[in-house]
């Protein structure tokens, strides 16, 4: 009995393949529906506050309905210049309760200095269920000054 089932499987070729195709693809599609999406934290950059998140929270959802959004709210404006391993010891604990809220992992969204800063708390984490880590224009292989900026 399996082998003539097999064999008609066979014979119809490539068609059961494209629906076998199908139906996997239905099923990630439902098994990532059923699941919903990650908790997104978001990290700005030097001089910035609230206002630099606006346009990504909009465009968050809008994609992607119902997504939450932690925006780490230490460090703004003027208080940027504090020393960055400050920022890090400071910073690390808040993410560290909304990684332990979300065990399914998050997604990290940093821009500028904040991709410094993310980066600073995730290489001093003994571990993170971080899944995406994407650093925003920020400066990891250094940045180059002019004589003007730096003298100022």
């Known amino acids: 009995m399996i ?3 097999l064999t008609s499987v066979v014979a119809m070729g490539s068609s ?3 629906v076998v195709a199908v139906l996997l693809s ?3 599609a439902v098994v990532q529906l059923s699941h919903g999406y990650r908790h997104v934290i978001f990290m700005h950059g030097l001089l910035a506050g609230r206002e630099e998140i606006k346009y990504f929270e909009k465009f968050v959802a ?7 959004i ?5 460090f703004k404006y003027l208080k940027s210049f504090d020393p960055l391993w ?3 010891g400071e910073i690390r604990p808040e993410m560290m309760k909304v990684m332990s809220e979300n065990p399914d992992g998050v ?4 821009f500028s200095q904040g991709g410094l800063i993310c980066r600073g708390v995730l290489e001093t984490l003994p571990s993170h269920n971080v899944v995406n880590f994407i650093s925003l224009s920020a400066p990891q292989g250094g940045q180059y000054g002019s004589k003007q900026v730096v003298s100022l």
């Not at 997604?107 to 940093?110: A, D, K, Q, R």
């Open 107 to 110: 997604h990290l969204v940093c």
């Open 26 to 28: 239905l099923l990630s």
């Open 86 to 88: 400050q920022q890090v």
């Open 70 to 74: 932690t925006f780490i709210d230490k």
């Open 3 to 5: 082998r003539k089932h």
């Open 16 to 18: 059961v393949v494209v």
């Open 62 to 68: 809008e994609c992607h309905p119902g997504t939450n």
